[in-house]
């Protein structure tokens, strides 16, 4: 596998685990403040 590809491939990586990190850390935040209408 090119070295190229396998950067990209890893910088997209990076990119979602730091999107689901926020979004969790939203998600956290929310439950602080209480569920919000439709919460399982």
């Given at each position: 596998?090119?070295?190229?590809?396998?950067?990209?491939?890893?910088?997209?990586?990076?990119?979602?685990?730091h999107?689901?990190?926020r979004?969790?850390?939203?998600?956290?935040?929310e439950?602080?403040?209480?569920?919000?209408?439709?919460?399982?």
């Amino acid at each position: 596998m090119p070295l190229r590809q396998h950067n990209f491939r890893q910088r997209r990586l990076g990119q979602a685990i730091h999107i689901l990190l926020r979004r969790n850390e939203e998600a956290a935040r929310e439950r602080k403040h209480g569920n919000p209408p439709g919460w399982p």
